[in-house]
């Protein structure tokens, strides 16, 4: 049938228009699926640049005693993370391994090992049915040796979400002997701004200026009451026998002597600083109670070979002159020093029983 001229202008029209709407259509869908490859390109280079790296999950402080739940598995760029970044289960676990001796068990690719006293690298194995550890000679015959979990602390204080490596963490040969014991202390003059989880060494300052430690770099608990409030005198300490028979004798004689101050002093970084060396010497009658010769051996069954060896420090020429040329004499020669002793240990006895029932009434409350 045949069409005048103004059909088939209409339908010309309407045919350009079909095609020019598909043109169009076809430009955005082609800008579209231009801009999804692209966006799916980042993406993939996005995470082609990730690393699945080992990161805290709470913030820590410098010294605190980290434990395996503390660390979580994120993805990180690559880019952002130093090239030796915790990224293995198992080297997080090793950090926590010692040998009997002493010797620190590192982890690589291959797994555990320890360097003998040859420079020798000894590797170490774990029996899948006994969990045993165990090393091997070149003939594969098995040798069964003791590995000990030891603590391991921050160097630094790190913020929750920190990378952490090596470097940042430190293992510490502070394994928990049979004679510690934990022990509240109220009669210690404490820093303002102390914290549970600082680390302090609790020294007895003389009169005269003598400055003594009595017990070395130690973390503190301050005690709560059930109601979440702070016992504010106090503080919670894990002490040695030898530790808690020094800190007994010098709390006798900062009672006894006028102008004495028993104090606990912080460290600053306590995972970077190294423990100092305690000059404090004990009274006579701690040493008869420690079984001290005149030999410097200790016969008390109580005291572990770690407390042995910083006793045998106590009890060198400089500490033991030191007690002589001064607190010894002050002690002989002050008329006053049993009313004294007396006296502060009341007052200590009464502020622990006020710290008890205060515990006690916020519990019934």
Do not use: C, H
Request: no cysteine; proline share 3%.
């Amino acid at each position: 049938m045949a069409m005048n001229p103004m059909q088939k202008k209409a339908r010309t029209s309407f045919l350009t228009g079909v095609l020019v709407t598909l043109l169009i259509a076809g430009i955005f869908i082609g800008i579209l699926l231009f801009v999804l490859k692209n966006m799916k390109d980042e993406q993939d280079e996005a995470q082609a640049a990730l690393a699945r790296v080992y990161v805290l999950n709470q913030d820590v402080k410098s010294g605190q005693v980290l434990t395996e739940d503390m660390f979580e598995l994120k993805s990180v760029d690559r880019n952002t993370i130093p090239s030796n970044a915790t990224s293995v289960a198992e080297v997080i676990e090793g950090w926590y391994l010692q040998t009997k001796d002493g010797t620190m068990l590192n982890t690589d690719q291959d797994g555990l090992y320890y360097t003998d006293a040859n420079g020798q690298t000894v590797r170490v194995y774990r029996e899948d049915s006994t969990e045993n550890f165990y090393t091997e000679d070149r003939s594969g015959n098995k040798t069964y040796i003791e590995i000990n979990n030891v603590p391991v602390i921050a160097k630094i204080n790190m913020n929750a979400n920190t990378v952490i490596t090596p470097e940042l963490v430190v293992q510490t040969d502070a394994i928990t002997t049979d004679d510690v014991r934990i022990q509240d202390y109220n009669m210690i003059v404490l820093p303002v701004d102390l914290t549970t989880g600082d680390y302090v060494d609790i020294r007895l300052m003389a009169p005269n200026g003598q400055d003594f430690i009595v017990v070395s770099k130690k973390e503190v608990e301050i005690p709560k009451n059930s109601d979440d409030t702070y016992v504010a005198d106090t503080i919670r300490m894990s002490l040695r026998e030898d530790e808690i028979l020094a800190l007994s004798s010098a709390i006798v004689e900062a009672y006894g002597i006028q102008g004495a101050k028993l104090y606990a002093s912080k460290y600053k970084e306590a995972g970077m600083q190294d423990a100092s060396t305690p000059t404090y010497r004990p009274n006579s009658a701690v040493t008869t109670l420690l079984g001290i010769d005149s030999n410097g051996n200790i016969t008390n069954p109580n005291v572990v070979e770690e407390a042995k060896n910083e006793l045998r420090r106590r009890y060198q020429a400089p500490a033991t002159t030191a007690r002589n040329e001064y607190l010894q004499q002050s002690i002989n020669s002050d008329p006053t020093y049993n009313a004294n002793v007396q006296t502060g240990m009341d007052e200590s006895s009464t502020n622990a029983q006020s710290a008890r029932k205060n515990y006690i009434d916020s519990l019934s409350e």
